[in-house]
């Protein structure tokens, strides 16, 4: 029996090596892509998966990769907040071009289905809990890009008739995450300078409030988000839900302070970066009614697990 082919981009990073161990638990075959362009401090390669080092803006190039292909994950992006504010150029051509490049792709390749890793900085400020009818507010190149590529999504499906669904994440935390760089999650880093017997930094006075998902919760809906039906269900009167966009989030948030004070007291106070949100809370509704995912890790039974 032919086992299923997915291709996972950013696959050797946090988010995607999680991803890539997942699928293969599942008896997937994986193609692995990732150029390493991000400034993690260590890449995590599966040792049984198909590895491949490119470049997603690279046409030519990634549509050799996609032989028999039948899942495409595309996590890769320039996901770093203050280098897209500072080369918006950069964020777009990897965030729009590298998506389109991928979408193409996969609908020459007849891929079954297109799942796209979006983030919640594309609610802005966004009334909270955020859901998926509110309209984008983009605080910056980042979000822009990112949300261009969920309108790509769209449009594939819509034009060309490519299955397409867009996972909106919102904190996400866990085993790997980068401890070091501009957009390293937060609990990653505090954990760092814990070890390292430094004061944990806090952004202003740590008041801002944060929906924080496992990396494992994340992996497991891009999974259930790729093989379950999303159009033409009873339970939805025939509603067609390709194409659309899905919180992923625990629907609950925590401030920085109290993630603080769950690692160590020792804490300084430094200042307020522009175009970051106050707070992200997501409203997880839709995707629970329609994929049937539901969040299992809680961030601070997580942390205090790691003590």
Known sequence: MTKTLSLVTGAAGFIGSNL???LVKQGHQVVCVDN?????????????????????????FMRNVFNKVDYVFHLAAESRLQPAIENPIQAVHRNCVGTTVMLQCAR???????????TSSGYGNNPYPNDE????????????????GEKFCKMYYNLYG??????RYFNVFGHRSPTRGQYAPVIGIFRRQRDAGEPLTLVGDGSQRRDF???????????LASILPLKNMAQFNGHDYTGEVFNVGSGKNY??????????????????RNGEMETTLADISKIGKVIGWQPKIDVLDWVHGQK
Not at 108 to 118: H, L, P, W
Not at 133 to 147: E, G, M, R
Request: one cysteine or more; glycine letters at 4%; hydrophobic letters at 30%.
């Open 255 to 272: 401030s920085i302070k109290e993630i603080a004070d769950s690692i160590s007291d020792n804490q300084i106070n430094i200042p307020k």
């Open 108 to 118: 020459e390749a007849g891929v079954k289905r297109f799942v796209y890793s979006s």
């Open 36 to 60: 390493e362009s991000a400034d993690n401090e260590k890449f995590h390669w599966n040792g049984t998966t198909m590895n491949v080092s490119g470049d997603i803006t690279d046409y030519k």
């Open 162 to 167: 490519l299955e397409t669904i867009v996972l």
């Open 133 to 148: 009818t509110q309209p984008d507010d983009c605080l910056n190149p980042y979000s822009a890009s990112k949300v261009a």
């Open 213 to 223: 998902v496992h990396v494992q919760d994340v992996a497991r809906a891009n999974y």
């Open 20 to 22: 890539t161990d997942y």
